[in-house]
């Protein structure tokens, strides 16, 4: 008998499942978050670091209870996430800001500047996604955000995508 546990980050909850080899499923539980909207922003989309920490730990705790075993027991995790989800962290790995969650369309300007130049220059990579670099891809809120945080620029280390990231911080 082998349990795990799944974790499933969507756009407004977490999900944990917690499994046996044997038995199947044992237990479950979902806690929600919000999603941060701006009403004179209509690509604004992001949310808060402390709201997943909360959310995934009272999940946890909940399909552990359902499941009646001891965290403890738990062999192996594996994690999901809605993916094209900007973390910029500083060199202790905290969050700068607010996630970009993947909906989060403000990086359209840079967007279209990786798609001119992309095309300018013939990159073979354009054509894996349609011709076109979508806001919604990493890179573009990345820019995005450097462009827009100049006063967060000098502690910013790196970025990390938030399945990446919430491995991590499980680790």
């Known amino acids: 008998m082998t349990i795990v546990a799944g974790v499933d980050f969507g756009t407004q909850s977490v999900r944990v499942s917690i499994f046996d080899s044997e038995r ?16 004179d922003d ?8 402390v709201d ?16 009646k075993i001891d965290g403890r027991s738990i062999a192996a995790l594996g994690i999901d ?3 094209s989800t900007i973390v910029p962290v500083d060199e202790k790995l905290q969050p700068l800001d607010d996630y970009y969650l993947w909906c989060d369309h ?3 300007r840079e967007a279209a500047d990786i798609t001119r130049l992309a095309r300018e220059r013939g990159l073979a990579a354009l054509n894996w996604c349609g011709g076109t670099y979508s806001s919604e ?6 820019w995005h955000w450097l462009r827009n945080n100049p006063d967060k620029r000098s502690r910013f280390a790196t970025a990390l995508e938030h399945c990446d990231y919430i491995a991590l911080l499980c680790c």
């Open 137 to 142: 891809f990493g890179w573009s809120k990345l």
């Open 42 to 49: 209509p690509d604004y989309a992001a949310q808060r670091h």
């Open 24 to 39: 199947g499923r044992l237990g479950s539980a979902t806690a929600s978050y919000p999603v941060l909207r701006l009403p």
């Open 81 to 83: 996430t809605t993916g």
């Open 106 to 108: 403000r990086g359209w």
């Open 52 to 67: 997943h920490l909360q959310a995934l730990s009272a999940a946890a705790k909940q399909a552990i209870s359902t499941a």
